[in-house]
């Protein structure tokens, strides 16, 4: 049974940094794609953050564009851990944090594309 779990979520202040880690179990991640949604409220869910691995050190990687040159995406395959680095923080940043896998090599978007989902993490950023 695959099981999603996140953590690192929490409260900062704008401009600050926070770092979600999701701990993935259940199959071998290598083969899939890890990403980050977020959810504010009142609002659709929608596309953080996305990366494969493509053997050796070669990842890709897709943001969407209000979070590129703020958030990282990383992966620690061996630890079968996702990660997303957030700096800069906004209060527009404020929402609960998704981790999510699919099977595959596209680093798709749309929420319907991923398969397994963590419970999620709250992300508050204050002004």
């Known amino acids: 049974q695959v099981q999603l779990v996140e953590s690192g979520g929490g409260s900062a202040q704008a401009g600050g940094s926070l770092r979600l880690s999701c701990a993935a179990s259940?199959?071998?991640?290598?083969?899939?794609?890890m990403a980050w949604f977020r959810q504010a409220p009142g609002k659709e869910r929608e596309f953080v953050a996305a990366i494969r691995w493509s053997g050796g050190s070669t990842y890709y990687r897709d943001y969407r564009d209000s979070v590129k040159g703020r958030f990282t995406i990383s992966r620690d395959n061996a630890k079968n851990t996702a990660y997303l680095q957030m700096n800069s923080l906004k209060p527009e940043d404020t929402a609960v944090y998704y981790c999510?896998?699919?099977?595959?090599?596209?680093?798709?978007?749309?929420?319907?594309?991923?398969?397994?989902w963590g419970q999620g993490t709250q992300v508050t950023v204050s002004s």
């Open positions: 999510t896998v699919r099977y595959g090599l596209d680093l798709r978007m749309t929420a319907y594309s991923y398969t397994y």
């Open positions: 259940g199959t071998t991640f290598s083969s899939y794609v």
